[in-house]
């Protein structure tokens, strides 16, 4: 008798392959027979899967594969795949958000120095345009605490996205400490990186993004 496909698996409307559910993005058809992403998975209605990159879910809208899965009409307005990026920006967005309320994030140079040197840091923040010399100083800060090879760095988000989640303005570089919280948003930030193609600069300090730390000592021109 054939086997059944795992529970926690699906299959891509675009690729035809079986993937672990993290590996997709779940999409329903609305009442109004609008196609809309369920990230939580969580929506009323039958799943239809696409492999959680910007690049399938274009293929999947430009070849009308929503209304071939679903089996009958469906509305997709355009541009999904760049309101399915938003989407899950939204989400890292809020996970930060948590992370800090949770008192798992600082924010600010000398806070951040100070998380380095008495605190289980997991991960350092910065601004997308930060300047090239506070990276490069706490990072510094952070391997002869830490060592090399341990923890990671996130640079995804741009500085108003930070003075969003921590609810302050001129938000430069922050600090995730140990935690269920953190450990959340390292997820999201993964998903949103993954989606995009681009390499991922989250990870539970395992060692497996050890160039993280000084992958982005050279860029940006925003200072705190």
Request: charged fraction near 25%; glycine fraction near 12%; charge should be positive.
């Amino acid at each position: 008798m054939p086997g059944r496909q795992h529970d926690t698996e699906r299959t891509c409307i675009v690729t035809r392959a079986a993937a672990p559910v993290d590996a997709l993005i779940r999409f329903v058809v609305a009442p109004d027979g609008q196609v809309v992403p369920d990230f939580r998975r969580r929506l009323p209605g039958r799943g239809l899967w696409v492999t959680a990159n910007s690049s399938a879910v274009d293929t999947a809208e430009k070849k009308r594969l929503f209304a071939r899965a679903h089996g009958g009409p469906v509305t997709v307005e355009p541009g999904l795949a760049a309101r399915v990026d938003k989407g899950l920006a939204a989400s890292a967005e809020a996970a930060l958000s948590f992370a800090r309320k949770a008192g798992e994030a600082v924010a600010g140079f000398a806070k951040v120095e100070a998380a380095i040197a008495g605190e289980d840091v997991v991960a350092l923040i910065h601004a997308g345009e930060a300047a090239p010399y506070g990276i490069a100083k706490l990072a510094g800060a952070f391997r002869r605490r830490h060592g090399a090879g341990k923890g990671a760095v996130i640079r995804c988000f741009t500085g108003e996205q930070l003075d969003l989640a921590f609810g302050r303005t001129n938000v430069i570089h922050a600090a995730l400490l140990a935690g269920p919280a953190s450990q959340n948003l390292m997820t999201r930030v993964d998903a949103w990186l993954a989606y995009r193609g681009e390499p991922s600069h989250a990870g539970a300090g395992d060692g497996s993004t050890h160039d993280a730390v000084t992958e982005f000592e050279s860029s940006g021109p925003r200072n705190e």
